[in-house]
């Protein structure tokens, strides 16, 4: 059964950094792309990136303007999320989840538990 | 603001059938990518409900159903359970924007 475990609670001052892992196990971890989706409290889901781990590319939403990055580390089978110049927008729940190709006809079929953040001074 | 629309709730009595509507446009639904539906329970990540348009994972019951006609989709429940109660959201991809995206959300209350 594919798993997926996220790194615990963060609380960060506005203008910080994030960084978020998520650990896959049970399946070949360069055999899924893993995609980055969070959810501002009271608000829908929002795609935020994917990552290839098989090769490390990666293609983010324009929408977080260069403030996103995603790497991963084959030897934990991790990937990472980085967030950067964080503001109280980014006050959310973070999910990594997995997805079989990187085709706009993809869905998420295993998902993260979440990861809370949350941005204050 | 979601790229696709859905309604912010909807509501049914135990063992009726209720639809939620997922409106995008010539950019994603209706350019032919596949939507999918995802439950969210309270304090649970998502789980995928329905994948392409109208197929049901392993495990999702057949209660669940999913249909798709120009640029939109649509969820249906049917056989209202307590169980049921959660936010339901729709995800497709939007060619213009090279994203995946989602629907706002819909809150389902089973009264």
């Known amino acids: 059964q594919v798993q997926l475990v996220q790194s615990g609670a963060e609380v960060k001052t506005p203008g910080a950094s994030l960084k978020v892992s998520c650990r896959a196990s049970a399946y070949t971890f360069t055999n899924y792309y893993i995609h980055w989706v969070r959810q501002a409290p009271g608000q829908g889901l929002e795609w935020m990136g994917i990552i290839n781990p098989r090769g490390g590319a990666t293609s983010y939403t324009h929408r977080l303007h260069g403030r996103v990055a995603m790497t991963r580390d084959t030897s934990t089978n991790t990937v990472y999320l980085l967030l950067s110049s964080l503001r109280s927008e980014d006050t959310a729940v973070f999910y990594c989840?997995?997805?079989?190709?990187?085709?706009?006809?993809?869905?998420?079929?295993?998902w993260g538990q979440g990861t809370p953040v949350t941005v204050s001074s | 603001q979601s790229v696709l629309t859905q309604p912010p709730s909807v509501s049914g009595a135990p063992g009726q059938r209720v639809t939620i509507s997922c409106t995008g446009s010539s950019s994603h639904i209706g350019a032919n990518f596949d939507v999918h539906w995802y439950q969210l329970l309270p304090g649970a990540a998502p789980k995928v409900l329905i994948y392409a348009n109208s197929n049901r994972p392993s495990g999702v019951p057949d209660r669940f159903s999913g249909s798709k006609s120009g640029t939109s989709a649509s969820l249906a429940i049917s056989g209202l359970q307590a169980e049921d109660e959660a936010d339901y959201y729709c995800q497709s991809y939007d060619s213009s924007l090279s994203d995946w995206v989602f629907g706002g959300g819909t809150k389902l209350t089973v009264l």
């Open positions: 989840a997995t997805s079989y190709d990187s085709s706009g006809y993809t869905h998420f079929d295993h």
